[in-house]
């Protein structure tokens, strides 16, 4: 029974956001095509765990331990942030690159999220499932790493479909993987500086909140920006 309620704890907060941009779309994509995107996101979690651990040794060395600020923002960046920003990009190009349904700006946003989301889902039950303390671990991740996993695609999805319907420039391709990379970067640093300095972690994680907060408010505005597009 407690696995039960540990998955539940772990997949509820992505599979709500999921359900979220899914009632956001003003015109539905097939079912179908959307689990495809999940299910990849999904998929992509392993091999992404093992690059990340390739990079930290290659960094940090065979322990990989991490004991300076400017370390654990390496790590941030390099170890966590590019990879998995990587992995989610190419997965949401291949997701639409052949997709017969992808005719429209916030379908970019949809598709992106449902890839970062099936992602974050998996690495929310391995987190939760493994911890001894799962209920703060859960609690802490529905807060903070989901939405921010969320965010992250928001801005993903939102860079793609500039690029893809409007500005198909080089300088537009390149933000469609570093805006979310440098996003997810910030949100890792200073969730890291905490194991490396406790005074600068305390700091820090109320700067955390307020930046949390802010890229909510600035994933909202992408979306009614881009669902402005579509009825133009």
């Known amino acids: 029974m407690d696995l039960w309620i540990k998955l539940a704890a772990a997949l509820v907060p992505p599979i709500a956001l999921l359900t979220y941009i899914y009632c956001k779309d003003p015109q539905k994509e097939p079912i179908r095509?959307?689990?495809?995107?999940?299910?990849?996101?999904?998929?992509?979690?392993?091999?992404?765990?093992?690059?990340?651990?390739?990079i930290q040794t290659l960094l940090f060395g065979a322990e990989g331990q991490v004991v300076t600020l400017f370390g654990s923002t390496i790590k941030a960046f390099f170890v966590a942030a590019l990879p998995e920003e990587s992995a989610k990009l190419l997965v949401l190009w291949l997701v639409l690159r052949k997709n017969p349904y992808f005719d429209e700006h916030f379908d970019c946003i949809?598709?992106?999220?449902?890839?970062?989301?099936g992602f974050a889902a998996i690495e929310n039950v391995l987190y939760v499932v493994g911890s001894e303390d799962w209920q703060s671990v859960a609690i802490g991740r529905a807060l903070l790493a989901v939405p921010g996993h969320y965010a992250?695609?928001?801005?993903?999805?939102?860079?793609?479909?500039?690029?893809?319907?409007?500005?198909?420039?080089?300088k537009r391709a390149v933000f469609v993987l570093l805006m979310p990379v440098m996003a997810h970067g910030v949100y890792d640093a200073l969730a890291m500086s905490g194991s490396v300095n406790p005074l600068v972690?305390?700091?820090?994680?109320?700067v955390l909140i307020y930046f949390c907060i802010?890229?909510?408010?600035?994933?909202?505005?992408?979306?009614?920006?881009?669902?402005?597009?579509?009825?133009?």
């Not at 949809?110 to 989301?117: E, K, P, R």
């Not at 801005?155 to 420039?169: K, R």
């Not at 972690?201 to 109320?206: D, I, S």
Request: hydrophobic fraction near 60%; glycine fraction near 6%; charge should be positive.
């Open 33 to 54: 095509w959307l689990l495809r995107a999940v299910l990849l996101g999904v998929f992509i979690a392993f091999p992404v765990a093992w690059i990340e651990g390739f």
């Open 214 to 232: 802010k890229m909510q408010k600035l994933a909202q505005n992408r979306i009614i920006d881009l669902i402005k597009k579509d009825k133009v």
């Open 152 to 170: 992250f695609a928001v801005i993903m999805g939102y860079c793609y479909a500039i690029y893809h319907f409007i500005q198909p420039t080089p």
């Open 110 to 117: 949809v598709y992106a999220v449902c890839v970062s989301l």
């Open 201 to 206: 972690g305390g700091v820090a994680f109320f």
